[in-house]
């Protein structure tokens, strides 16, 4: 519990980067190293990234994001749900992702039929 605890009060970019990072089952040394950080350096920038003492600037989250796999909008949601769908995204193809889009805005459409207009 006090785990769970300490990680609720992380940035999200810190929790998002260690969720993605140990779904990829990656160390850190091995994602910094993937992403093009110095070995020597590699480890202890991405453990600064993850307890959230630093955040990389946004070139080098894109970086980390491409090693993993994932949308870099991941790294930034605080929103449960949409990191759900991010952390699936790349593993989609295009038609998938295109379909999808058109379920939300069919979801979308026939719910805006429903809406009592207003009177004017």
């Known amino acids: 519990m006090a785990v769970a605890n300490r ?6 970019f810190a929790r ?3 969720q993605a990072r140990e779904r990829a089952g990656f160390s850190q040394t091995q994602l910094g190293v993937l992403a093009g ?3 020597a350096v590699a480890s202890p920038r991405i453990n600064q990234y993850e ?15 491409e090693v993993l796999g ?5 790294l ?6 949409l990191a759900g769908m991010l952390l699936r995204w ?5 038609n998938q992702k295109k379909d999808l889009l058109k379920q939300v805005e069919d979801m979308q459409a026939a719910r805006a039929k429903r809406r009592p207009r207003k009177a004017e």
Not at 90 to 94: E, G, I, P, V
Request: aromatic share 4%; net charge positive.
């Open 7 to 12: 990680a609720a009060k992380l940035p999200v």
């Open 37 to 39: 950080m110095d070995p």
């Open 51 to 65: 307890r959230g003492k630093h955040e990389p600037q946004l070139k080098t989250a894109k970086r980390l994001a």
């Open 70 to 74: 994932i949308p870099p909008a991941f």
């Open 90 to 94: 790349n593993d989609l193809t295009l």
């Open 16 to 18: 998002r980067l260690a």
């Open 76 to 81: 930034y949601t605080e929103d449960e749900l």
